[in-house]
Nanobody
Framework: QVQLVESGGGLVQAGGSLRLSCAAS????????MAWYRQAPGKQRELVAL???????NYADSVKGRFTISGDNAKNTVYLQMNNLKPEDTAVYYC???????????????WGQGTQVTVSS
């Protein structure tokens, strides 16, 4: 059993900042990558940022230069620092972890419950 617990969402004015956190716990052998996705009303879920355990990162074009993903391998935790927020960043943000629960089991993806981020204009 693996749990992902997100925190840090909220309401902020345009131009403001928020920091999201996601901690993974439970039966974890090793984590391949962790990521943040978001889903706005009426839209499909989209990748925001991803970080591999060895450090490489990927970002959606819409957030490059404004968002920074980082991780703490010792704590199985990923962070998303969001600066210069825009109303179009309003969405439910979901944490995802791709990990192995044992050496013999395949990679599996787990999702958090989501945290609301609302940016007012």
């Amino acid at each position: 059993q693996v749990q992902l617990v997100e925190s840090g969402g909220g309401l902020v004015q345009a131009g403001g900042s928020l920091r999201l956190s996601c901690a993974a716990s439970g039966s974890i052998f090793s984590i391949n990558n962790m990521a943040w996705y978001r889903q706005a009303p009426g839209k499909q879920r989209e990748l925001v940022a991803l970080i591999y355990s060895l450090g490489p990162t990927n970002y959606a074009d819409s957030v490059k230069g404004r968002f920074t993903i980082s991780g703490d391998n010792a704590k199985n935790t990923v962070y998303l620092q969001m600066n210069n927020l825009k109303p179009e960043d309003t969405a439910v943000y979901y944490c995802k972890a791709a990990l192995y629960t044992t050496p013999s089991r395949p990679l599996y993806r787990y999702w958090g419950q989501g945290t609301q981020v609302t940016v007012s204009s």
